[in-house]
């Protein structure tokens, strides 16, 4: 848990997040589920760690200094983060982000000032205009600015490998079987589960893949299949990107959106943890997991945000209505 020091400002309080046992949700299973609880960031999400960590290291490397443009494509959390750590830090930044963004997020982005590029979530991959194309464009056109990409740069792994995993280990003191989380970026789970393994290399990680992305047939069957919309944020991509390391993950199981927003409403019902979207998927994991070996281990996973992003959509029984997610 944080100290009770005095912080220099906000970007400070980053890390250093509470794991929390669950206990009633995971009643009848012989082994043990906890989860590290990231929504105690600043900015409310795992990624305040990769904007801190990313920032830093640019600036130590003399690639950006105050006053430049920081562009990025995000599906939210990131980008909070990021302008967080920007406005602290003097920097402006332009996100790339697609529309079918939770409106929540959106109004909070609003709220700080980003500079938001809304892209059409219709778009095929391969379009110059798609939501991973538009930002290295626009940062080449943007004088005095800086891609981070974080889909891409593996300082995103390495914020985890020094800040995420470690805190993991000594919070579980070593006693450890499994991580379970969702494959988004792949920094999270790559840079936790490259730690992890170097400490204990019996540890198994286990990712999560909503169906429609790419990485669960990648994983599974060597080949790239042709990529469908769904409605889980942060987790998923239509590309193989830089920062998934396949070569660390032990298996990836793929979860549908409708299970994931029950999963998630089902951690507010049973454990008063209000968290988000890619927390529902990352739990369901870990209780897929638990039933599957079906004797006593201790498994970690990850909540990477809160509910509050998606009270308009996954704990709006109209929007789930709508997208066809609920009778």
């Not at 409605?231 to 549908?256: A, K, N, P, R």
């Not at 990477?304 to 029984?317: H, K, L, Q, V």
Request: net charge neutral.
């Amino acid at each position: 848990m944080k100290s009770h020091k005095i912080y220099n400002d906000i970007v400070e309080t980053t890390g250093n997040t509470p794991l929390v046992k669950l206990n009633r949700i995971t009643k009848g299973l012989k082994s043990e589920i906890y989860a590290k609880i990231e929504f105690f960031n600043p900015a409310g999400s795992v990624k305040d760690r990769i904007a801190k960590y990313m920032i830093e290291t640019a600036e130590k490397k003399g690639k950006i200094k105050p006053g430049d443009t920081i562009v990025e494509n995000s599906s939210g959390n990131t980008a909070l983060a990021l302008a967080i750590v920007c406005s602290v830090r003097g920097y402006n930044l332009k996100i790339v982000i697609r529309d079918s963004t939770s409106p929540d997020k959106l109004k909070i982005l609003k709220a700080l000032n980003v500079d938001l590029i809304l892209v059409d979530s219709t778009l095929p991959p391969e379009s110059p205009d798609s939501y991973n194309n538009l930002a290295p464009r626009i940062a080449a056109k943007t004088p005095n600015s800086y891609y981070l990409d974080q889909h891409n740069d593996r300082t995103n792994n390495e914020a985890h490998y020094k800040t995420t995993g470690p805190e993991i280990w000594e919070q579980m003191q070593g006693q450890i079987d499994y991580f379970v989380a969702g494959v988004g970026t792949g920094g999270t789970i790559c840079g936790v589960a490259q730690f992890l393994k170097e400490k204990d290399p019996d540890i198994q990680v286990i990712g999560v893949d909503p169906k429609g992305s790419v990485f669960y047939d990648y994983f599974h069957k060597g080949k790239k299949i042709k990529p469908s919309p769904y409605l889980i944020e942060g987790l998923g991509d239509e590309f193989l990107i830089g920062c998934v390391d396949f070569s660390l993950l032990d298996d990836i199981y793929q979860i549908t959106d409708q299970t994931a927003f029950e999963m998630t409403r089902k951690i507010a019902e049973k454990e008063a943890i209000m968290a988000g979207g890619s927390s529902g998927a990352a739990l369901w994991g870990a209780l897929k997991l638990a039933h599957e070996i079906d004797r006593p281990a201790r498994i970690v996973t990850l909540f990477p945000d809160s509910a509050n992003r998606y009270i308009s959509s996954i704990f709006n029984d109209s929007w789930l209505k709508e997208k066809g997610l609920m009778e």
